[in-house]
């Protein structure tokens, strides 16, 4: 997107001082919320990760710890969109939390299907397949790794 600068407007153009202030004010309120968005879901500082532990990047970048995500089940994770499941014990998986019937956003994860709340789809927690429609295609997997009890992207 190209962003056109006030002071390249002309004079009759050019936004009045209070207009300019509130869009600046609220690029910082949006820049804070997106800033909160992203931590929603990672485990705290002190939290028993290896994160905490080591204080490494890598571990610093963990998106969840692996008892969070139940057997048979999935966590979804909504800074990260994606949704990590365990269907085997010690199994990881982890998928798009974008359903590819409409674009909404899963919202829970039981009876070894992600959920989407909009239209009913269903999607398996092994391989991310439909389960059941409208949906026809598949949840994106997500490219995972777990060290220790830390998941982390990649
Ligand atoms: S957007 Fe998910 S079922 Fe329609």
């Known amino acids: 997107?190209?962003?056109?600068?006030?002071?390249?407007?002309?004079?009759?153009r050019q936004l009045p001082p209070s207009r300019r202030a509130l869009l600046a004010g609220a690029s910082v309120t949006c820049a804070a919320m997106l800033a909160g968005c992203t931590t929603q879901d990672v485990p705290p500082?002190?939290?028993?990760?290896?994160?905490?532990?080591?204080?490494?990047?890598?571990?610093?970048?963990?998106?969840?710890?692996?008892?969070?995500?139940?057997?048979?089940?999935?966590?979804?994770?909504?800074?990260?969109?994606?949704?990590i499941t365990q269907p085997q014990p010690g199994s990881f998986k982890a998928f798009s939390s974008i359903c590819?019937?409409?674009?909404?956003?899963?919202?829970s994860v039981s009876n070894g299907t992600i959920n989407c709340p909009c239209h009913g789809s269903k999607f398996s927690i092994t391989d991310g397949a439909v389960v059941h429609g409208p949906a026809t295609r598949p949840l994106p997997p997500i490219a995972i790794s777990v060290e220790g009890t830390s998941i982390f992207p990649g």
């Open 100 to 107: 590819t019937h409409q674009g909404c956003f899963v919202n």
């Open 1 to 12: 997107m190209t962003e056109i600068q006030d002071s390249q407007l002309s004079p009759s």
């Open 45 to 83: 500082a002190g939290s028993g990760t290896a994160a905490s532990a080591s204080g490494s990047a890598s571990a610093a970048a963990a998106v969840a710890t692996t008892s969070q995500v139940p057997e048979g089940g999935g966590k979804i994770i909504d800074a990260r969109r994606m949704v």
